[in-house]
């Protein structure tokens, strides 16, 4: 059975692996070290399908070193042991290269068993993940290695290896004839992964349709393909937080066609459920006290979405999402929650004022006898002045009125009842 066109393909040195100029261009850090020819402890961080394991292979192609490959998903304990033996004996005199990919699989206690290793030279470990190494590897395993971050190729970068992709395909004797745009589509829609784009190369040309003089490879063929594949996207990993975070960060700043774009992507990729959720939060954290009704709208819209389901549920989203994007902003009572926190943190729980006690029977030694509990509908305005935090923090103050009008008509109407009140 013939391997998968992406192993076929795969560089066998720097010069020919895609994209990762950053880091793999002359001169650049990783380059450098490579050449050296002394190898560190390394972790590769990036998506899948940008060449982490691909460069790895390089690096153990040019040492003198055993090899060890591992795959974090299947490796245990014994595996590990395995690697380890070698270490002081004749298959390891010129040292051991591990290469252990998918390392954020591997349990706690399975990553500390190659610290001491590690750390004395006696295994060189290069390692990869997908997901963010600070936080899922082990620390003491991030402290004793570099790490490089991987990043998706770009389309110009991938239409060369489009273009040898289909160049090796033709070798095995059937010519093609490539639309104008097949490769160019094909790169686009891969998503900055080459795997993907291999993949969607080599189902071209099994789809493809016979003709007298070859394969005929039509665009639309490619773009079907390819449809989906450039919507990099994990539920769990970074790109998930990522379009979140972009979503959010483009409605504070009153950007709605940024924020619709994000949200077409995780509708896109079937993630109602996040956006939603998200949508409630960014309501009272970044609209908040300056239009206080946005949160029951986003609120009624979100309902209406999930109601619904796709496709009609983007309607409501696009509406919670422009209302957001084009109301004022106030994140005043996201400061005053987390202000008061802070002083939770700072100072623990204190005595309450013996005033909003609930009824206590007071003991004969009591400095102070009765509740002294001042109820202020029974006062003009409704307000009457006492003290409501405890004595350690009385003076602190969390909530600051915001610019806005609706803010600003409310402090106007405390200044009011304050000076009423003296």
Do not use: W
């Amino acid at each position: 059975m013939a391997s998968p066109l992406a192993d076929r393909i795969r560089p066998r040195s720097l010069d020919d692996v895609v994209g990762q100029q950053h880091i793999l261009a002359p001169g650049k850090p990783l380059r450098r070290i490579i050449e050296s020819g002394n190898i560190p402890n390394m972790i590769f961080y990036g998506p899948s399908g940008i060449g982490k394991t691909t460069v790895a292979g390089i690096i153990a192609a040019r040492t003198n070193m055993t090899l060890h490959i591992l795959n974090g998903t299947q490796a245990g304990v014994s595996d590990i042991k395995s690697v380890i033996a070698d270490v002081g004996t004749f298959a390891g005199m010129n040292g051991i290269l591990l290469y252990l990919d998918e390392i954020q699989y591997l349990n706690k206690k399975q990553q500390q068993s190659l610290l001491a290793y590690i750390e004395n030279g006696d295994i060189t470990l290069i390692a990869s993940t997908t997901e963010n190494p600070y936080f899922a590897v082990y620390n003491a395993v991030i402290s004793r290695s570099t790490v490089f971050e991987f990043k998706p190729v770009d389309a110009d970068e991938m239409e060369r290896a489009v273009i040898r992709a289909f160049s090796l395909l033709e070798e095995a004797g059937t010519p093609l004839h490539l639309a104008e745009g097949v490769t160019h589509c094909i790169a686009q829609g891969s998503g900055g992964d080459v795997r993907k784009a291999m993949n969607a190369a080599e189902l071209c040309v099994l789809s493809a349709e016979p003709t007298a003089e070859g394969l005929e490879i039509s665009l639309e063929l490619a773009q079907s393909l390819t449809q989906r594949s450039n919507m990099r996207y994990d539920r769990d990993g970074d790109a998930h937080y990522d379009i979140l975070s972009a979503l959010q960060k483009s409605i504070r700043g009153s950007d709605e066609n940024a924020a619709l774009h994000y949200a077409a992507r995780l509708l896109e990729a079937g993630d109602l459920i996040s956006l939603t959720r998200r949508l409630l939060v960014i309501a009272s954290e970044d609209v908040g006290l300056a239009y206080p009704q946005a949160a029951m709208i986003v609120k009624a819209c979100v309902d209406n979405a999930l109601a619904l389901g796709m496709p009609e549920a983007q309607i409501p989203i696009a509406e919670a999402i422009i209302l957001m994007c084009t109301a004022p902003k106030s994140n005043s009572a996201n400061n005053a929650i987390k202000a008061a926190f802070q002083d939770l943190h700072a100072y623990g729980a204190l005595d309450f004022p013996r005033h909003l006690q609930n009824v206590h029977l007071d003991g004969e030694g009591a400095a102070v006898r009765g509740q002294h509990y001042l109820y202020p509908h029974d006062f003009r305005n409704h307000y009457v002045r006492q003290q409501y935090l405890p004595d350690e923090i009385a003076d602190h103050v969390y909530y600051e009125f915001g610019e806005n009008k609706q803010e600003q008509a409310a402090m106007l109407y405390r200044k009011k009842i304050l000076e009423e009140s003296e």
